[in-house]
């Protein structure tokens, strides 16, 4: 990618979905292949990769795969073989968190960095952009200044600097989070997450009093970048990601319209700026990503640390207000809707809050207008009487509206490349010539006698109509012109035929013209990395990767917390959000006020759910938080997949 360019990056969990995403303007696609992809459900078939490949490089439009997840030794041969036939499928880049393919016989196809590598500083961007690396994702918790200071130090020709803009929020730095195999054995680095962040909470502090009861203080809103495109093309990012590998056609339909339209406004607006990708496209629809699942919307830390990042009460969907209950019967509710002009349907999904501030889902089968405007009779799929304090006054939300899910399951979108045609006579006939707008040229020849039109007059009109009909190939006319002395008449089948051709020989051009992303060379002889001792969190399984970071003048590496050597209390989660913060406790945010002075102390707190007991503690200095816990016996009872050959002994220095 050219630095000058902006890529639109949307998610895929499968090829159908992948196909849409690029219809829907996707400059490239992000997907699973059939392992070691970091979703475990969302794997997929080189062939049906190949496929994706095929047409999204037509509109030059490009496809990444992720091998991300940390791999064992016994995984790695599988992990190369894999990458040798993405690479002959087509597939642009791998996305690669473990260090260890680094170090193994990859196929010369361009690296991408992980958002599981966490790139907080300039010191890592830099050092894993030396270490070949074309494009990396830094941290969602970064603000527009440390986003800035970032694109200072790397080498903007060489490296992509690539940003989330949408979608679900991990709370813990990516790659920074192991309470999922502490407590269950499912690493999220290996792509197998429980989740332990979306589950409900006592917060308790060191007295042991009740500061937060039942709430969900480890879930976040849903990232929603679309105020600050702007501010980010500035602080250096050229690629925008959409999260979403798990999410439905639907989604990725809407959400990548929504960034498209945004993104074609800033490139109307700035010309020295282009699309990383070919074609024009236009939708059926006006996107909307309130319509979507989401916990509500946040920009997170871009402009710096805000209050309301959080989605304490529910990690559901909590939709968009529509009205409010004024009658509850037996069978039936009836509510008026805010807006008169707002329409009810079969099947919409609602839902309100009851009094312990839980959501309640309501899905209705049937809906009945009501006389007055505005007024609807509503008959839910469950019996009334379980819906818990739904009574007249309640506020109606709704988070699944049909009409909009019927129009986004039919075609939705159409992307066009617009060309320039000229028809022309030649020695022995015509010639038409195509010239896209990327400057991509396909010629076709007819040999064919001049034949005289009936009507020189409209001779000229019907042949520029005829050659402009470009139907459903991926092409529409700029302009039609002839370069003719004289009248033609053509018969239309030859035409066409002529057309056709040119079109094939336009296509074959433009493949010609998509050159393969080149793999970055690293930096000789190795840079040090920016540390001479890792931790566990540094993710290290296999020793393929310990000899990556040896190569990079690490002295001292311990092995990943998947190995379970880590027996004790340790960070289980680091994360830029606070607990203390979103409670009012902090002591940065307490100090000028009178009478709290000196009584709030950055003291533990707990997180209890069930058996489950964390402690949060708590780094002021870089305003970070730390999730506290040991791995539980049951885990390190499970037999493993495959016994860890770590190290033929164990460094005997200890590490915290």
Not at 117 to 138: H, N, W, Y
Not at 140 to 167: N, W
Not at 451 to 475: C, I, M, R, V, Y
Request: glycine share 6%; with cysteine.
């Amino acid at each position: 990618m050219q630095p000058h360019q902006l890529e639109l990056l949307a998610p895929a969990r499968n090829l159908e979905i992948g196909i849409e995403a690029v219809n829907h303007g996707a400059d490239a696609v992000y997907i699973g292949g059939p392992s070691f992809g970091a979703r475990s459900t969302a794997d997929n078939s080189v062939q049906d990769i190949a496929r994706l490949v095929q047409h999204a490089h037509r509109f030059h439009s490009r496809i990444f795969v992720t091998l991300n997840t940390i791999l064992r030794d016994d995984e790695l041969e599988g992990a190369r073989k894999l990458a040798w036939q993405l690479y002959d499928a087509g597939v642009d880049a791998l996305i690669v968190q473990d260090m260890g393919l680094l170090e193994i016989d990859l196929p010369p196809i361009q690296l991408h960095a992980s958002t599981q590598t966490d790139i907080r500083t300039p010191e890592k961007a830099r050092f894993l952009q030396d270490a070949g690396l074309s494009q990396i994702v830094l941290a969602r918790e970064l603000t527009l200044p440390q986003i800035s200071a970032i694109r200072d130090v790397i080498d903007t020709e060489r490296t992509v600097i690539e940003f989330f803009v949408h979608g679900a929020l991990c709370v813990a730095y990516s790659g920074q989070c192991f309470i999922s195999h502490a407590h269950t054995g499912r690493s999220a680095n290996r792509g197998d997450c429980s989740q332990a962040c979306r589950l409900p909470y006592e917060v308790k502090d060191a007295q042991g009093r009740i500061i937060a009861h039942d709430k969900h203080v480890l879930s976040m809103k849903d990232n929603n970048q679309s105020e600050n495109l702007r501010a980010l093309v500035d602080a250096g990012i050229r690629s925008f990601k959409i999260e979403g590998r798990y999410k439905d056609m639907a989604y990725v339909k809407n959400i990548t319209a929504h960034y498209r339209k945004l993104f074609d406004e800033v490139l109307a607006e700035r010309p020295e700026l282009a699309a990383a990708s070919h074609g024009r496209t236009t939708f059926s629809f006006e996107p909307d990503p309130n319509q979507n699942f989401n916990r509500e919307f946040t920009d997170y830390f871009v402009q710096g640390r805000k209050e309301d990042i959080g989605a304490f009460d529910t990690p559901k969907n909590p939709g968009q207000p529509i009205g409010w209950v004024n009658k509850v019967a037996a069978d039936h509710l009836e509510i008026t809707t805010d807006d008169t002009g707002a329409e009810l349907h079969n099947g919409d999904g609602l839902c309100y809050y009851d009094l312990q501030k839980e959501l309640v889902g309501l899905q209705i089968n049937r809906v009945e207008a009501q006389k007055t405007k505005g007024v609807w009779k509503l008959f839910p799929k469950d019996p009334m009487d379980g819906f818990k304090d739904l009574r007249k006054g309640v506020q109606v939300n709704r988070n699944r509206d049909m009409s909009w899910v019927r129009t986004l399951d039919k075609k939705s979108a159409e992307r066009r490349m617009g060309v320039w045609m000229q028809l022309a006579e030649s020695p022995d006939g015509l010639q038409l010539t195509l010239t896209d707008e990327a400057g991509h040229s396909g010629t076709a020849s007819l040999a064919i006698a001049w034949q005289a039109p009936k009507d020189p007059s409209q001779a000229e009109d019907k042949l520029k109509s005829a050659l402009g009909k470009l139907g459903d190939t991926l092409f529409e006319p700029l302009d039609v012109q002839l370069a003719l002395p004289r009248p033609w008449f053509v018969p239309p089948s030859q035409l066409n035929a002529l057309r056709r051709d040119a079109i094939q020989a336009l296509e074959v051009a433009r493949a010609e013209g998509l050159h393969r992303l080149p793999r970055a060379v690293p930096v000789a002889p190795p840079v040090p990395y920016p540390e001479d001792t890792l931790t566990y969190l540094a993710n290290v399984f296999n020793q393929k990767a310990r000899d990556f970071y040896a190569k990079h003048g690490v002295k001292l590496i311990a092995a990943a917390y998947e190995a379970q050597e880590e027996l004790g209390e340790v960070s289980l989660m680091i994360t830029k959000h606070c607990v203390r913060f979103s409670l009012s406790l902090c002591p940065k945010q307490a100090k000028g006020v009178t009478g709290v002075q000196g009584t709030v102390k950055a003291e533990p707190l707990q997180l209890i759910n069930g058996k489950e007991k964390l402690t949060l503690r708590f780094d002021c200095k870089p305003c970070e938080m730390h999730v506290v816990g040991k791995i539980k016996k049951s885990v390190l009872n499970a037999v493993p997949e495959s016994p860890v050959q770590f190290y033929k002994t164990r460094p005997v220095v200890g590490m915290h």
